[in-house]
Protein backbone atom coordinates (compact mmCIF):
# COMPACT_ATOMS: atom_id res chain seq x y z
CA UNK A 1 0.00 0.00 0.00
CA UNK A 2 1.77 3.18 -1.10
CA UNK A 3 1.32 5.38 1.84
CA UNK A 4 -0.53 9.02 2.43
CA UNK A 5 1.27 11.57 1.53
CA UNK A 6 1.85 14.71 3.98
CA UNK A 7 -0.91 16.85 4.39
CA UNK A 8 -0.52 19.76 1.80
CA UNK A 9 0.22 23.63 2.84
CA UNK A 10 -1.83 26.18 1.07
CA UNK A 11 0.08 28.87 -0.24
CA UNK A 12 -1.51 32.92 0.04
CA UNK A 13 -0.63 33.65 -3.67
CA UNK A 14 0.06 30.47 -6.18
CA UNK A 15 1.99 32.62 -8.36
CA UNK A 16 5.18 32.66 -5.89
CA UNK A 17 5.25 28.93 -5.98
CA UNK A 18 7.73 28.44 -7.97
CA UNK A 19 7.77 25.93 -10.79
CA UNK A 20 9.85 24.54 -13.76
CA UNK A 21 8.13 24.21 -16.67
CA UNK A 22 4.26 25.51 -16.08
CA UNK A 23 3.60 28.84 -14.83
CA UNK A 24 0.82 29.75 -12.49
CA UNK A 25 -1.47 33.02 -12.94
CA UNK A 26 -4.62 34.27 -10.88
CA UNK A 27 -6.97 35.30 -12.39
CA UNK A 28 -7.28 38.35 -12.49
CA UNK A 29 -3.54 38.49 -12.88
CA UNK A 30 -1.53 39.78 -10.12
CA UNK A 31 -4.31 39.50 -7.19
CA UNK A 32 -2.47 39.31 -3.90
CA UNK A 33 -3.90 36.35 -2.99
CA UNK A 34 -5.20 32.95 -4.49
CA UNK A 35 -8.71 33.70 -6.98
CA UNK A 36 -11.66 31.10 -7.64
CA UNK A 37 -10.12 31.09 -11.08
CA UNK A 38 -6.33 29.68 -11.24
CA UNK A 39 -4.78 29.83 -14.91
CA UNK A 40 -1.55 27.02 -15.27
CA UNK A 41 0.04 27.55 -18.68
CA UNK A 42 2.02 24.80 -20.16
CA UNK A 43 5.36 27.29 -20.42
CA UNK A 44 7.72 25.72 -22.90
CA UNK A 45 6.89 27.61 -25.92
CA UNK A 46 10.42 27.37 -27.60
CA UNK A 47 9.60 23.42 -27.26
CA UNK A 48 6.20 23.97 -28.67
CA UNK A 49 5.09 23.30 -24.57
CA UNK A 50 6.21 19.51 -25.09
CA UNK A 51 6.18 17.25 -21.92
CA UNK A 52 8.81 17.03 -19.49
CA UNK A 53 9.16 14.91 -16.25
CA UNK A 54 9.17 18.15 -14.10
CA UNK A 55 5.76 19.39 -15.57
CA UNK A 56 4.40 16.37 -14.30
CA UNK A 57 5.84 17.28 -11.03
CA UNK A 58 4.55 20.57 -11.38
CA UNK A 59 1.20 19.24 -11.37
CA UNK A 60 1.49 16.58 -8.98
CA UNK A 61 2.52 19.29 -6.45
CA UNK A 62 -0.20 21.74 -7.76
CA UNK A 63 -3.36 20.07 -8.37
CA UNK A 64 -3.71 18.28 -4.68
CA UNK A 65 -3.29 22.18 -3.69
CA UNK A 66 -5.68 23.05 -5.56
CA UNK A 67 -8.35 19.87 -4.60
CA UNK A 68 -7.83 21.30 -0.75
CA UNK A 69 -8.01 25.13 -1.55
CA UNK A 70 -11.39 26.04 -1.02
CA UNK A 71 -10.63 29.27 -2.09
CA UNK A 72 -10.00 27.50 -6.00
CA UNK A 73 -13.44 27.22 -8.07
CA UNK A 74 -11.50 26.21 -11.33
CA UNK A 75 -8.72 25.93 -13.10
CA UNK A 76 -8.09 26.92 -17.01
CA UNK A 77 -5.48 24.48 -18.58
CA UNK A 78 -3.25 26.67 -21.72
CA UNK A 79 -0.30 26.94 -23.38
CA UNK A 80 2.14 29.82 -24.10
CA UNK A 81 3.14 30.38 -27.50
CA UNK A 82 1.05 29.09 -30.59
CA UNK A 83 1.15 25.55 -29.88
CA UNK A 84 -0.72 24.05 -26.84
CA UNK A 85 1.50 21.21 -26.03
CA UNK A 86 3.29 19.04 -28.84
CA UNK A 87 3.27 15.81 -26.50
CA UNK A 88 5.97 14.24 -25.07
CA UNK A 89 9.84 15.86 -25.91
CA UNK A 90 11.25 13.70 -28.36
CA UNK A 91 14.48 15.26 -27.98
CA UNK A 92 14.42 13.28 -24.23
CA UNK A 93 12.86 10.12 -25.69
CA UNK A 94 10.68 7.60 -24.56
CA UNK A 95 11.98 6.04 -21.50
CA UNK A 96 10.87 3.19 -18.72
CA UNK A 97 12.55 3.74 -15.12
CA UNK A 98 14.69 0.47 -16.17
CA UNK A 99 12.72 -2.01 -13.19
CA UNK A 100 9.17 -4.47 -14.04
CA UNK A 101 7.23 -3.18 -16.47
CA UNK A 102 4.11 -4.12 -14.05
CA UNK A 103 6.02 -1.31 -11.66
CA UNK A 104 6.12 1.47 -13.98
CA UNK A 105 3.74 4.63 -13.35
CA UNK A 106 3.14 6.19 -16.95
CA UNK A 107 4.20 10.14 -16.00
CA UNK A 108 1.53 11.41 -18.36
CA UNK A 109 -0.89 9.21 -16.39
CA UNK A 110 0.47 10.92 -12.91
CA UNK A 111 -0.23 13.98 -14.90
CA UNK A 112 -3.81 13.07 -16.27
CA UNK A 113 -4.50 11.22 -12.85
CA UNK A 114 -3.49 14.55 -10.67
CA UNK A 115 -6.13 16.73 -12.60
CA UNK A 116 -8.80 13.68 -12.72
CA UNK A 117 -8.33 13.59 -8.76
CA UNK A 118 -8.84 17.47 -8.12
CA UNK A 119 -12.59 17.94 -6.90
CA UNK A 120 -12.50 21.70 -8.82
CA UNK A 121 -13.30 21.32 -12.96
CA UNK A 122 -10.26 22.10 -14.83
CA UNK A 123 -11.22 24.11 -18.60
CA UNK A 124 -8.23 23.13 -20.95
CA UNK A 125 -8.10 26.20 -23.93
CA UNK A 126 -6.28 24.56 -26.07
CA UNK A 127 -5.12 27.84 -28.35
CA UNK A 128 -2.89 25.83 -30.62
CA UNK A 129 -2.33 22.26 -31.85
CA UNK A 130 -1.80 19.42 -29.52
CA UNK A 131 -0.92 15.85 -30.40
CA UNK A 132 -0.47 12.45 -28.14
CA UNK A 133 0.26 13.32 -24.61
CA UNK A 134 -0.74 16.78 -25.16
CA UNK A 135 -4.30 15.61 -25.64
CA UNK A 136 -4.70 12.68 -23.50
CA UNK A 137 -3.55 15.39 -20.53
CA UNK A 138 -6.84 17.00 -21.24
CA UNK A 139 -8.97 14.13 -21.36
CA UNK A 140 -9.75 14.28 -17.54
CA UNK A 141 -11.09 17.81 -17.90
CA UNK A 142 -14.66 19.01 -17.82
CA UNK A 143 -14.53 21.10 -20.85
CA UNK A 144 -11.95 21.44 -23.93
CA UNK A 145 -11.96 24.76 -25.97
CA UNK A 146 -10.27 24.53 -29.39
CA UNK A 147 -8.72 26.46 -32.05
CA UNK A 148 -10.08 26.17 -35.65
CA UNK A 149 -6.77 25.94 -37.23
CA UNK A 150 -5.04 24.20 -35.15
CA UNK A 151 -4.90 20.34 -35.85
CA UNK A 152 -5.20 17.48 -33.23
CA UNK A 153 -4.42 13.56 -33.29
CA UNK A 154 -3.44 10.66 -31.28
CA UNK A 155 -0.19 9.80 -33.28
CA UNK A 156 0.80 7.29 -30.53
CA UNK A 157 1.04 4.38 -33.20
CA UNK A 158 3.20 6.37 -35.99
CA UNK A 159 5.75 6.91 -33.15
CA UNK A 160 5.93 3.02 -32.17
CA UNK A 161 4.11 3.20 -28.62
CA UNK A 162 0.73 3.12 -27.70
CA UNK A 163 -1.94 5.50 -25.77
CA UNK A 164 -0.80 6.71 -22.65
CA UNK A 165 -1.91 9.58 -19.83
CA UNK A 166 -5.09 6.66 -18.84
CA UNK A 167 -7.06 7.86 -22.10
CA UNK A 168 -7.75 4.09 -23.22
CA UNK A 169 -10.43 4.83 -20.05
CA UNK A 170 -11.16 8.38 -21.21
CA UNK A 171 -11.11 8.57 -24.62
CA UNK A 172 -13.75 6.02 -25.49
CA UNK A 173 -15.94 7.44 -23.38
CA UNK A 174 -16.05 10.83 -23.90
CA UNK A 175 -16.26 10.17 -28.17
CA UNK A 176 -17.49 6.68 -28.18
CA UNK A 177 -15.36 3.86 -29.46
CA UNK A 178 -16.00 4.45 -32.80
CA UNK A 179 -14.38 7.77 -32.90
CA UNK A 180 -11.76 6.85 -30.80
CA UNK A 181 -10.95 3.25 -32.98
CA UNK A 182 -10.51 5.33 -36.47
CA UNK A 183 -8.31 8.08 -34.59
CA UNK A 184 -6.17 5.43 -32.90
CA UNK A 185 -5.75 3.27 -35.75
CA UNK A 186 -4.96 6.05 -38.73
CA UNK A 187 -2.71 8.29 -35.87
CA UNK A 188 -3.96 11.18 -37.88
CA UNK A 189 -4.43 14.77 -37.06
CA UNK A 190 -7.15 16.71 -38.15
CA UNK A 191 -9.05 20.39 -36.92
CA UNK A 192 -10.84 19.99 -34.20
CA UNK A 193 -14.47 20.37 -36.19
CA UNK A 194 -13.48 16.69 -37.55
CA UNK A 195 -16.20 14.73 -37.22
CA UNK A 196 -13.60 12.38 -35.95
CA UNK A 197 -13.33 14.23 -33.00
CA UNK A 198 -17.00 13.80 -32.26
CA UNK A 199 -18.16 16.47 -29.41
CA UNK A 200 -14.72 16.42 -28.03
CA UNK A 201 -14.48 20.06 -28.20
CA UNK A 202 -17.02 21.95 -26.32
CA UNK A 203 -16.16 24.81 -28.46
CA UNK A 204 -14.20 25.96 -31.17
CA UNK A 205 -13.08 29.24 -32.57
CA UNK A 206 -11.36 31.32 -35.16
CA UNK A 207 -8.42 33.25 -33.38
CA UNK A 208 -6.03 31.45 -30.80
CA UNK A 209 -6.83 34.37 -28.51
CA UNK A 210 -10.47 33.79 -28.40
CA UNK A 211 -9.98 30.42 -26.99
CA UNK A 212 -8.25 31.41 -23.56
CA UNK A 213 -10.67 34.34 -23.29
CA UNK A 214 -13.38 32.38 -23.63
CA UNK A 215 -11.93 29.70 -21.39
CA UNK A 216 -12.11 32.54 -18.63
CA UNK A 217 -15.47 33.74 -19.31
CA UNK A 218 -16.40 30.05 -18.72
CA UNK A 219 -14.37 29.93 -15.97
CA UNK A 220 -15.64 32.54 -13.99
CA UNK A 221 -19.16 32.01 -14.76
CA UNK A 222 -19.13 28.37 -13.09
CA UNK A 223 -17.17 29.76 -10.36
CA UNK A 224 -19.78 32.65 -9.27
CA UNK A 225 -22.33 30.65 -9.68
CA UNK A 226 -22.21 26.65 -9.16
CA UNK A 227 -21.37 24.76 -6.36
CA UNK A 228 -18.49 22.98 -5.83
CA UNK A 229 -19.88 20.09 -3.96
CA UNK A 230 -22.51 19.49 -6.34
CA UNK A 231 -20.23 19.94 -9.56
CA UNK A 232 -18.00 17.45 -8.54
CA UNK A 233 -20.42 14.90 -7.11
CA UNK A 234 -22.32 15.43 -10.74
CA UNK A 235 -18.49 14.44 -12.46
CA UNK A 236 -18.17 11.11 -10.21
CA UNK A 237 -21.70 10.32 -10.69
CA UNK A 238 -20.58 9.83 -14.55
CA UNK A 239 -17.43 8.49 -13.97
CA UNK A 240 -17.14 6.87 -11.35
CA UNK A 241 -20.81 4.67 -12.35
CA UNK A 242 -21.47 1.21 -11.18
CA UNK A 243 -22.09 0.31 -14.44
CA UNK A 244 -25.67 -0.86 -15.06
CA UNK A 245 -29.01 1.36 -14.71
CA UNK A 246 -30.17 -0.51 -11.53
CA UNK A 247 -26.74 0.29 -9.72
CA UNK A 248 -26.93 3.84 -11.23
CA UNK A 249 -30.18 4.57 -9.71
CA UNK A 250 -29.45 3.07 -6.08
CA UNK A 251 -26.21 5.71 -6.02
CA UNK A 252 -27.85 8.43 -7.67
CA UNK A 253 -30.58 8.37 -5.23
CA UNK A 254 -28.46 7.88 -2.16
CA UNK A 255 -26.50 11.38 -3.31
CA UNK A 256 -29.59 13.21 -4.21
CA UNK A 257 -31.91 11.90 -0.81
CA UNK A 258 -28.52 13.63 0.75
CA UNK A 259 -28.18 16.63 -1.47
CA UNK A 260 -32.02 17.70 -1.02
CA UNK A 261 -31.32 18.79 3.19
CA UNK A 262 -27.32 20.04 2.36
CA UNK A 263 -26.51 23.61 2.94
CA UNK A 264 -25.95 24.16 -0.94
CA UNK A 265 -29.28 22.97 -1.98
CA UNK A 266 -31.04 25.61 0.70
CA UNK A 267 -28.38 28.42 -0.91
CA UNK A 268 -29.49 27.45 -4.58
CA UNK A 269 -32.95 27.29 -3.84
CA UNK A 270 -32.72 31.18 -1.76
CA UNK A 271 -30.30 32.34 -3.97
CA UNK A 272 -33.13 31.76 -6.65
CA UNK A 273 -35.82 33.25 -5.52
CA UNK A 274 -33.68 36.37 -4.37
CA UNK A 275 -31.96 36.98 -7.45
CA UNK A 276 -28.93 36.84 -5.96
CA UNK A 277 -25.36 35.24 -6.63
CA UNK A 278 -25.00 32.13 -4.35
CA UNK A 279 -22.48 31.55 -2.37
CA UNK A 280 -21.71 28.14 -1.99
CA UNK A 281 -19.53 26.66 1.09
CA UNK A 282 -20.40 23.06 1.01
CA UNK A 283 -17.17 20.40 1.19
CA UNK A 284 -16.82 17.25 0.82
CA UNK A 285 -15.33 16.76 4.06
CA UNK A 286 -18.40 18.50 6.01
CA UNK A 287 -20.93 17.61 3.99
CA UNK A 288 -20.87 15.26 1.19
CA UNK A 289 -22.90 12.15 1.49
CA UNK A 290 -22.75 9.03 3.60
CA UNK A 291 -22.04 6.84 0.45
CA UNK A 292 -18.46 8.80 -0.46
CA UNK A 293 -16.54 7.44 -2.11
CA UNK A 294 -19.42 4.68 -3.75
CA UNK A 295 -16.80 3.21 -5.86
CA UNK A 296 -13.47 1.07 -4.38
CA UNK A 297 -10.52 2.97 -5.10
CA UNK A 298 -7.32 1.85 -6.89
CA UNK A 299 -4.22 2.49 -4.91
CA UNK A 300 -2.24 4.88 -7.01
CA UNK A 301 -1.47 7.18 -3.63
CA UNK A 302 -3.98 8.58 -1.83
CA UNK A 303 -5.50 12.03 -1.45
CA UNK A 304 -4.09 14.89 -0.06
CA UNK A 305 -5.25 16.98 2.72
CA UNK A 306 -5.19 20.34 3.97
CA UNK A 307 -2.41 20.97 6.65
CA UNK A 308 -3.23 24.08 8.86
CA UNK A 309 -0.38 26.39 8.42
CA UNK A 310 -0.52 28.67 5.25
CA UNK A 311 2.26 30.08 3.39
Given amino acids: MIPSPEPVVIPTSYEAVPTTDIKVFHHPRGSKEATSVIVVTLNRPQNQNAFTISMMDDFEKLFPIFDVDERVKVIVLTGAGKTFCAGADLDIGFHGDGGRSVDYRDPGGRLALAIYRCRKPTIAAMQGSAVGLG ?127 AKDQKEGVSAFFERRKPNFTATIEEDGPPNFPWWQEVDTGSRAKAGSAKI
Fill in 135 to 261: MTMTLPAAIRIGYERAKYGFVFARRGVTMESSSSFFLPRLIGYSCAMYLLTTGGVFPPNSKHFGTLFAEIFPEPSQVLQRALELATEIAENVSPLASYLNRSLMWRNPGSAEGAHLVDSAVLSHMFS
